[in-house]
């Protein structure tokens, strides 16, 4: 059973930066294909940032230039890097694949506040 454990959000100012971290254990499925989501309140779940089958990666628009997603594969880890964050980022954040998010499989996932 796939098993991801989400960490490293916290309560920011606007401006300041946070480092995410996804931690990935059980079933058999590639790191290379997850991404990060966030759900604000009152909100749908988006995606935030990916890697493209060619192994790119991808932004939503709102964050691009700002965020970055990265990986370890030999910790089988996935990060999201947020800069210059803004209290419109404020969200619970998921790590997932999108064939688990799809089937709407999600972990616990990680609150981010930004605060103004």
């Known amino acids: 059973q796939v098993h991801l454990v989400e960490s490293g959000g916290g309560l920011v100012q606007a401006g300041g930066s946070l480092r995410l971290s996804c931690a990935a254990s059980?079933?058999?499925?590639?790191?290379?294909?997850m991404g990060w989501y966030r759900q604000a309140l009152g909100k749908q779940r988006e995606l935030v940032a990916g890697?493209?089958?060619?192994?790119?990666?991808n932004y939503a628009v709102s964050v691009k230039g700002r965020f970055t997603i990265s990986r370890d594969n030999a910790k089988n880890t996935v990060y999201l890097q947020m800069n210059s964050l803004k209290p419109e980022d404020t969200a619970v954040y998921y790590c997932?694949?999108?064939?688990?998010?799809?089937?709407?499989?999600w972990g616990q996932g990680t609150q981010v506040t930004v605060s103004s």
């Open positions: 997932n694949t999108p064939v688990r998010a799809k089937y709407g499989f």
């Open positions: 059980g079933g058999i499925f590639s790191i290379n294909a």
């Open positions: 890697f493209t089958s060619g192994g790119s990666t």
